[in-house]
């Protein structure tokens, strides 16, 4: 059975940072294009970040240059290095795996994160 599982998340003061893990199973890891998704209640989904089988990666205008997404094969894991956290960060975060635009989407449960001013 698939699964992806989030943890890092947290609660944090404005300027402060957190360190995001995703750890996938069921899936051959190495395939797959993986991402992070954050969700508000009162907002649509918004990516965050996103990284190709070949570690190429994209981001989200709001977050580049502050978060930094890595991935290691060997381990299954997915990474979001979040640094100067901004209020308009808080929403929980999920790890998000396909094939590269192919179809076979999954997702994990989520982490929440919190940033106070």
């Known amino acids: 059975q698939v699964r992806l599982v989030e943890s890092g998340g947290g609660s944090v003061q404005s300027g402060g940072s957190l360190t995001l893990s995703c750890v996938a199973s069921g899936i051959p890891f190495s395939e797959y294009c993986l991402g992070w998704v954050r969700h508000v209640e009162t907002k649509t989904r918004e990516g965050v970040a996103g990284m190709g089988r070949d570690g190429r990666t994209a981001y989200e205008d709001s977050v580049k240059g502050r978060f930094t997404v890595s991935r290691d094969n060997a381990k299954s894991t997915l990474y979001l290095q979040m640094n100067s956290l901004q209020t308009e960060d808080t929403a929980v975060y999920y790890c998000?795996?396909?094939?590269?635009?192919?179809?076979?989407?999954?997702w994990g449960q989520g982490t929440q994160v919190t940033v106070s001013s």
């Open positions: 998000a795996a396909d094939l590269c635009a192919n179809g076979g989407i999954y």
